[in-house]
């Protein structure tokens, strides 16, 4: 079984930065790519990065150039730089892993905030 925890949240305030990791234990079967998600109140859950197993990454459109992804593969780890963070920021943030067999698995996890 894989377990994902997630650390780093927080509440900071605009222009502030904060750092998410998310490390994974248990067996998986050939990692495929590593992200991160979020979810605002009452709005769904969207990709907000994500990172192949050979280090392809992908950034949705409002966070470029502000987030930053990145892994560790000997702890089968990702982590979340973000810069520059603004109000809309603000949500429960969730990583996730993949495996070569099509399984997803998510943490639990971790509030950002930013607000004045």
């Known amino acids: 079984q894989v377990r994902l925890v997630e650390s780093g949240g927080g509440l900071v305030q605009p222009g502030g930065s904060l750092r998410l990791s998310c490390t994974a234990s248990g067996t998986i079967f050939r990692l495929n790519a590593m992200g991160w998600y979020r979810q605002a109140p009452e709005k769904q859950r969207e990709l907000v990065a994500s990172?192949?197993?050979?280090?392809?990454?992908n950034y949705a459109d409002s966070v470029k150039g502000r987030f930053t992804i990145s892994k560790a593969n000997a702890k089968i780890t990702v982590n979340l730089q973000m810069n520059s963070l603004k109000p809309e920021d603000t949500a429960v943030y969730y990583c996730?892993?993949?495996?070569?067999?099509?399984?997803?698995?998510w943490g639990q996890g971790t509030q950002v905030g930013v607000s004045s």
């Open positions: 990172i192949t197993s050979g280090g392809t990454t």
């Open positions: 996730c892993i993949d495996d070569a067999l099509g399984n997803r698995n």
